[in-house]
């Protein structure tokens, strides 16, 4: 029988050292490159998800449909926040595996 290795031997050295390696994704539309949204990476960890992001720009297609971005596979814990000041994220639902995010916009 294999034992889990679940003692801290993993505890990383340089919790002091900044935080250099955390990334940020911007997610723009794939159809009229509007940032939508920026994903703050907040830590490592196993933890897989893809999102999408619809697009809030009204013209986005010559024949008024709104676009959206590709989808995204992001690894580890991220925060969201939104780029433009005047968006907000209305809604996150989860379709087929992919968390669809819509954003509006403040009055
Ligand atoms: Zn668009």
Redesign the pocket.
Known sequence: MIEDQEHLEEEPEEELAPALDMGVILI???????P?LNMLKVRDSDDIYKMKVM???KK??PDGE???SWVHTLKGQYFHSTIKQRDRVLSMVEEDGVMIVRLGKKR
């Open positions: 723009s539309c794939a159809d009229c490159n509007r939508l697009c809030v720009n986005c297609t709104r676009g959206e």
